[in-house]
């Protein structure tokens, strides 16, 4: 394989300080993956499941500390702490480079290095960045090779003096007091230790496609983002193509694969999943926004993964999938809490230990097979939905922008965004509302802007910034629109059945991009008359919908305050467009109110 003389210089340096016993240059190919799985399985860290029912498939379990991403041991490391903001953990690069070269210091001793060249985005595009990351783990090795173009065709596009990201990572001894995940955006570097987990150690994931690619994005004047794409076909041929943010547990992944409802199904309609994660999007010469997935892969949560829920992702997951931190059944089969079968009358729990049905702790609450954050990964291609479009130079030309939450009462079904600079206000105001299965009071309210708060590599405010100007660079902008699937009735039942017949909402939505429809103008923005929502075959009462769409101008004053308390965390930095448009938010709802 083809060293440059920077990238040998750099991995010459790295491994004197880790001081691995081998360095092994990763290719890509396949024999090399057949290998390095053989050598997974002969030392245990991954699994075979059976070859018949599960093709391709390996179970791996974690560290019992080491389960999810450390929010509290993740830093954005730049000299000036301002630039990273209140919304980001930060350490000074010299404090980080000297704390976590103590770490590092002889921690690949008796392992082998892996020099791994990977590439997001497609190779040669304008879009591509290039990473190289140094790991002692074959676990990220074989997780990378999905979820990345890898291997020695990176290298050559990366060329004798090309720029890319280094990230360099160890498991280190797995303690979590000598962990940490840090982000250099200056130097365009990123080092972790002290874990085994995806989100912490697949550097090329949230690290590199979010947090150093946010910053890049300012610089060089695009979007990266916390958002799926999704290409709706109509029955005429045309696609057009959404981008959509989510914060956790609002069905980001079920609407990346969606199946039209059974009452749409006879028009024709298909859909395409070009990503379920991350958009990178660049203003093209024909002055809209095109959009690439930069991943190869899904990285996503198993529990509640069923056929009702997700058909497409079961069909995904069925080959070549590795999964982690799921239940092991003894015909070699996995299992999860929420899968179509029943729970198996024995198995193995995600940490190893004899698992039953009903089992408790020592507290007497119900003890689960699977960690409620139990991954796969699994490749693109594996997705019966997956766009053709996936691996374009230029990507697609997205036609709206949705940003969603889950509010029991306020936020209407959905609506349309009056101007651009309001769309960014209404992505910078996204919130959730807890549920009972999350850690906090139930129905709290958590503020994720453009669901990108834990992912943004600077100061939000700048951020904000960021995308008012790009509002001024897109010719033809894309219209923004607000989406709450989780509305609820008096008695705390969804008014909005959810699932495969939110692609009635998003027919509306792409109908308002074509000017085809009208729609109501309220103080929050454009709501659907309900005759223009395609019904056909769908148990749904008038007053359901009315209720659904509904926007009650006294709930919002509240939530208006609201949205300004978080705006002031963000201190001188916020622009002024923000606070503009909370006090046009605030004037309409009090002259609806009157």
Known sequence: MIKYAHVQEWVDRMAAMCQPDSIHWCDGS??????????????GELIELDQKELPGCVLHRTAVNDVARTEHLTYICTTFQGDAGPNNNWMSPREAYRKASEYFSGAMKGRTMYVLPFAMGPIGSPFSKIGIELTDSIYVVLNMRIMTRMGEAVLDALGPAGEFTRCLHSKADLDVNRRLILHFPEDNAIWSVGSGYGGNVLLGKKCLALRIASVLAQREKWLAEHMLILGVEAPCGRVQYIAAAFPSA???????MLLPPEGLTKKGYRIWTVGDD???????TDGRLWAVNPEMGFFGVVPGTNSKTNLNAMATIRRDTIYTNVALKPDGTVWWEGHDDAPPAEAL???GKAWKPGQKDRKGEPLPSTHPNARFTAPLTNCPTHSWRYDQHHGVPIDAIVFGGRRATLAPLVYEALSWEHGVYVGASMASERTAAQFGALGEVRRDPMAMLPFCGYNMADYFGHWLEMGKRIRQRPKIFHVNWFRTDEKMGFLWPGYGENLRIIEWILARCRGEVSGAETPVGIVPNPKDIDMTGLDLSAENMTQALEVNAKDWIAEIDAVGQFFETFGTRMPDEMWRQNEALRMRVLAADR
């Open 250 to 256: 609002c069905g980001k992944t079920n609407l990346a």
């Open 30 to 43: 396949e024999a090399e993956k057949q290998r390095l799985t053989a050598e997974a399985l002969q030392t």
């Open 278 to 284: 991350i958009a990178w999007m660049k203003v093209d």
């Open 349 to 351: 729990d995600w940490r």
